[in-house]
T-cell receptor, first 111, second 110 residues
Framework: KAGVTQTPRYLIKTRGQQVTLSCSPISGHRSVSWYQQTPGQGLQFLFEYFSETQRNKGNFPGRFSGRQFSNSRSEMNVSTLELGDSALYLC??????????FGPGTRLTVL | GIQVEQSPPDLILQEGANSTLRCNFSDSVNNLQWFHQNPWGQLINLFYIPSGTKQNGRLSATTVATERYSLLYISSSQTTDSGVYFCAVEQNTGGFKTIFGAGTRLFVKA
């Protein structure tokens, strides 16, 4: 089975721009979660989608949003980028109730 | 919210040595996983272990849910074991709202 894929792998943006990241889960998995990893804050939960519905949300401002499509692929969007949004963004897929499998991540740099 | 503490924060081992990593959590959980993050950032599942003991080769893990801790044992360490080990927990939120510990950074010397 193919693993979780994320695109793009690297991205450079400037302050004020917006960005969209994509995650394709393992076939058959209906849950997709998104995480932000920074040296200062560590790994932080952003949100989780299950069958196209947001099931859980972390403590991030409204500039961070996401969605899930009927084929379980998910996108997350960050609007009005700030320097502090520079991070590794990881997505994870699951059947919905136990083990999560992570993708390789998208490294976002905001200049 | 729930707090997850990992110890030690850093660990340096000689190849072949054994080690124990600890994860303490402040409230009851219904899901606990251990991950290894390699130098390229990839998080790799090691164990899904909300309770009990599991073994996979040189690695084993034990979670004592009633006492709110989990241990990851690495035996006969190899240089490829280097990286950061994370403990991650879930409470009963009807889905995933994973809380990660700060990690243990392991370096294995040849």
């Amino acid at each position: 089975k193919a693993g979780v894929t994320q695109t793009p792998r690297y991205l450079i943006k400037t302050r004020g721009q917006q960005v969209t990241l994509s995650c394709s889960p393992i076939s058959g998995h209906r849950s997709v979660s998104w995480y932000q990893q920074t040296p200062g804050q560590g790994l932080q939960f952003l949100f989780e989608y299950f069958s196209e519905t947001q099931r859980n949300k972390g403590n991030f401002p409204g500039r961070f949003s996401g969605r899930q499509f009927s084929n379980s692929r998910s996108e997350m969007n960050v609007s009005t980028l700030e320097l502090g949004d520079s991070a590794l963004y990881l997505c994870a897929s699951s059947l919905g109730f136990d083990t999560q499998y992570f993708g390789p991540g998208t490294r976002l740099t905001v200049l | 919210g729930i707090q997850v503490e990992q110890s030690p924060p850093d660990l340096i081992l000689q190849e072949g040595a054994n080690s124990t990593l600890r994860c303490n959590f402040s409230d009851s959980v219904n899901n606990l996983q251990w991950f290894h993050q390699n130098p390229w950032g990839q998080l790799i599942n090691l164990f899904y272990i909300p309770s009990g003991t599991k073994q996979n080769g040189r690695l084993s893990a034990t979670t004592v849910a009633t006492e709110r801790y989990s241990l990851l044992y690495i035996s006969s360490s190899q240089t490829t074991d280097s990286g950061v080990y994370f403990c991650a927990v879930e409470q009963n939120t009807g889905g995933f709202k994973t809380i990660f510990g700060a990690g243990t950074r392991l370096f294995v010397k040849a």
